[in-house]
């Protein structure tokens, strides 16, 4: 069984900055890949980050340049540091992992952290 633990989200002021956090849990023996999804109301859920095995990572091209995801191996933890943050970046954003356990193989969610980017 595998978990993912979101944190981090919040009300923010346009141009503001926030860290959101996921951790997994687990026996993991590998991770393929870790990222971020959003969901806005009355939208699709969209990618906004996402890191693969080996480190290579992919942004939407709406982030890129103001939000950076990062990895803590040892804690199989990723960070998504959020800046400049804009109105229309107000959404629920949802973390995927999908991982090794043991011998399994999972592709999970979490709950999802709401960000809501207001003045």
């Known amino acids: 069984q595998v978990q993912l633990v979101e944190s981090g989200g919040g009300l923010v002021q346009p141009g503001g900055s926030l860290r959101l956090s996921c951790a997994a849990s687990?026996?993991?023996?590998?991770?393929?890949?870790m990222g971020w999804y959003r969901q806005a109301p009355g939208k699709l859920r969209e990618l906004v980050a996402v890191?693969?095995?080996?480190?290579?990572?992919t942004y939407a091209d709406s982030v890129k340049g103001r939000f950076a995801l990062s990895r803590d191996n040892a804690k199989n933890t990723i960070y998504l540091q959020m800046n400049s943050l804009k109105p229309e970046d107000t959404a629920t954003y949802y973390c995927?992992?999908?991982?090794?356990?043991?011998?399994?193989?999972?592709?999970?969610w979490g709950q999802g952290t709401q960000v809501t980017v207001s003045s």
């Open positions: 687990g026996v993991i023996a590998r991770v393929n890949y």
């Open positions: 890191q693969y095995d080996g480190g290579s990572t």
């Open positions: 995927t992992a999908d991982l090794i356990v043991i011998s399994t193989r999972f592709t999970t």
